[in-house]
Nanobody, 121 residues
């Protein structure tokens, strides 16, 4: 079995920082594309930042220059450093990854349960 678990969310004031973590565990053969999404009240889920299968990064325009995505392949863990947070960043943040299980010939998409980030004005 494969699981993704997010951590690091919380309540911060505008201008503050948070670092989110996403740890993948289970029978993992390899991790391909991996990224962060978020969903605010009344809005659709949107891409925040991601690594493509080719190793490049993509950022939403609203977070570019404020957020930084990174990963530690040895620990099967991905991070999202969020600086200069704004009230509009308030949302549930989800980890997403394309993972091939051990002994499997193919990969599939996995989602974490999400972690709440609330930014007060």
């Amino acid at each position: 079995q494969v699981q993704l678990v997010e951590s690091g969310g919380g309540l911060v004031q505008a201008g503050g920082s948070l670092r989110l973590s996403c740890a993948a565990s289970g029978s993992i053969g390899s991790i391909n594309a991996m990224g962060w999404y978020r969903q605010a009240p009344g809005k659709q889920r949107e891409l925040v930042a991601a690594f493509t299968s080719g190793g490049s990064t993509n950022y939403a325009n609203s977070v570019k220059d404020r957020f930084t995505i990174s990963r530690d392949s040895a620990k099967n863990t991905m991070y999202l450093q969020m600086n200069s947070l704004k009230p509009e960043d308030t949302a549930v943040y989800y980890c997403n990854a394309d993972i091939r299980r051990t002994l499997s010939r193919y990969s599939r998409d996995y989602w974490g349960q999400g972690t709440q980030v609330t930014v007060s004005s």
